[in-house]
């Protein structure tokens, strides 16, 4: 029968039910309890493993398992861990540092380019997993070789990306907490740096990239509410008429509900958004405002508001040849000159 230490919901849940175990390196994996064992979250559990046994901590308990994540055929949880258990998976963790050593020793002898992240020795010493990161893929077939000559066991190489690497390594961010990606986050969804910008946050690398070198996961967490907020002010870039002057809104603070106008003079001017007179005219961000440019300065304004593209007949904006305008006719591109068209 098993029990959890958390709540809601308490109880006894009826036997055979799944429980997620969590390994090192954050790997969780789902396992029925048949024999009706007594574990509780936090317990270590020896449990079936691919030719063998493996040891690992109870991380859910049934009631908290979404079954929709639990595959079809899930292994079984054998017994609880004893002393002597312990003593095995600390001798195992020696192992593994030794194995680290070693491994690093014929990647840089092989002049292999990849990066060894860590070692994992399964509990009965039957496999042995190397993590490594790579930019593009790698050919180990060798590697494996010489690592299965040393160790006498199975040997497995597993590619992994940056995120996964922080998720293993582990780290505080710079919230102070322990990084997401090493804690509760088990699937990285696209990041954009559309969403930092939505957010009203500086795109400065340094201050938007976690300890992966990517955009930080946590810029997902509160996009749906900085949207949400984004709909009930005027977007910057937009004209308000307010005392018969025109003004352009140049800044938003979502929190404090305020505004920034700014006159053709260059003066600001912070109202409240509760404080617009009913009725304001608001006219929206020109297609050049939108796309961040002008189109004042530079060669691809076009004739009208707007239009800075080239026309469908693919012409030049500034009405010349695609290839450029070179007096002597020769091929920007590079090459030899080219000879002049003549009429037929």
Not at 91 to 113: G, H, L, P, Q, V
Not at 328 to 334: E, I, S
Request: hydrophobic share 30%; with cysteine.
């Amino acid at each position: 029968m098993i029990q959890s230490n958390e709540s809601p919901p308490r109880g006894n849940v009826a036997a055979g039910e799944i429980v997620e175990v969590v390994f090192k390196g954050r790997r969780r994996e789902y396992f029925s309890n048949p024999r009706e064992l007594a574990v509780h979250v936090g317990d270590q559990v020896i449990v079936q493993a691919d030719r063998g046994v493996d040891l690992g901590r109870v991380h859910h308990t049934s009631e908290w398992v979404k079954r929709e994540d639990v595959p079809v055929v899930i292994r079984e949880i054998l017994r609880s861990a004893q002393p002597e258990d312990i003593e095995t998976l600390e001798r195992n963790r020696a192992k593994e540092d030794r194995a680290f050593e070693t491994a690093y020793e014929r990647i840089m002898k092989r002049d292999i380019e990849m990066k060894l992240v860590d070692v994992e020795y399964q509990f009965d010493g039957n496999r042995v997993t190397f993590f490594f990161a790579a930019e593009k893929r790698v050919d180990f077939r060798d590697l494996v070789k010489d690592l299965a000559s040393v160790f006498r066991t199975r040997i497995e190489l597993r590619q992994i990306g940056v995120r996964d690497e922080a998720g293993r390594i582990g780290g505080v961010g710079t919230c102070g907490r322990e990084l997401c990606c090493a804690t509760w986050l088990r699937e990285f969804d696209p990041i954009t740096l559309k969403m930092a910008k939505d957010q009203g946050l500086s795109p400065s690398p340094s201050k938007i990239s976690g300890a992966c070198g990517r955009l930080k996961c946590c810029l997902r967490y509160e996009l749906d509410f900085y949207k949400e907020t984004a709909r009930e002010f005027p977007r910057i870039g937009s004209k308000l008429t307010l005392r018969d002057e025109e003004r352009e809104v140049t800044r938003v603070d979502i929190f404090r509900r305020t505004i920034v106008l700014t006159d053709e003079a260059g003066t600001d001017l912070m109202i409240g958004l509760a404080d617009l007179p009913p009725g304001t005219k608001i006219v929206g961000p020109s297609r050049d405002r939108r796309k961040g440019c002008d189109k004042t300065t530079c060669g691809s304004r076009g004739t009208k508001p707007g239009d800075g593209e080239s026309d469908k007949g693919g012409g030049h904006p500034r009405g010349g040849s695609p290839r450029g305008n070179d007096p002597r006719g020769k091929d920007p591109r590079g090459g030899r000159p080219r000879p002049p068209r003549t009429e037929r």
